[in-house]
């Protein structure tokens, strides 16, 4: 790991601190699956439906019928999760921001793992994007193992358990790590 950190340079993490968890997931939801170019057209027109720029209310979306998120270009998966998101927010079960930094890593793992389409990995990004959690390990991340095998000259990729395990050496700063791991995947 020492010789990625120095081809590397310092960690330059970008956190999203303005985002709420609702507008994390909703994005997070949109993004899936898809490469970013476009996703992020298919942000925008999601959000345009709804005369926003950065990311419809939770109101309007519970409200909007499949079809309508659907013109935007979304899946039906993704409609229903979107408007599952949108419902769950406005039963007040996606915390805000301020809660958000309040509860452990566990706590939101469990909590937002409830919505449709959310699963431990989405919840991780958003603990290390949104949140800035200092110590995310993203074991099942494709990125993540394959710069573990290419940071320790294996051809192999490491099991999650396997990664789970040598990860513990870089608590409490394993989100770091993670970070040099997908740039290590970058450059291989």
């Known amino acids: 790991m020492g010789r990625v950190i120095r081809e590397v340079g310092p960690c330059g993490l970008q956190i999203a601190a303005a985002e709420s ?37 939770p109101r309007q979306v519970s409200g909007a019928s499949l079809e309508l998120l659907r013109s935007a270009g979304l899946s039906r998966n ?6 599952d998101l ?5 039963a007040g079960e996606i915390p805000t921001r301020a809660r958000a930094e309040r509860l452990s890593d566990d706590e939101i ?18 603990l290390i994007f949104s949140l800035g959690r200092p110590d995310v390990l993203p074991v099942d991340d494709y990125g993540v193992k ?35 791991l997908w740039r290590a995947n970058e450059a291989a």
């Open 21 to 57: 968890p609702y507008q994390a997931l909703f994005r997070s939801i949109v993004y899936q699956q898809l490469n970013g170019t476009a996703a992020a057209a298919i942000h925008a027109r999601a959000c345009k439906l709804f005369g926003s720029r950065r990311c419809p209310s």
């Open 78 to 83: 993704k409609s229903e999760a979107l408007r």
């Open 86 to 90: 949108a419902r769950r927010a406005l």
């Open 109 to 126: 793992v469990e909590l937002l793992t409830e919505v449709r389409g959310v699963g431990r990995w989405t919840v991780e990004m958003f």
């Open 146 to 180: 394959k710069g573990f095998a290419s940071a320790y000259g294996r051809r192999v990729l490491p099991k999650p358990k396997e990664l789970a395990s040598h990860g513990e050496r870089w608590r409490p700063f394993r989100t770091v790590a993670a970070w040099y």
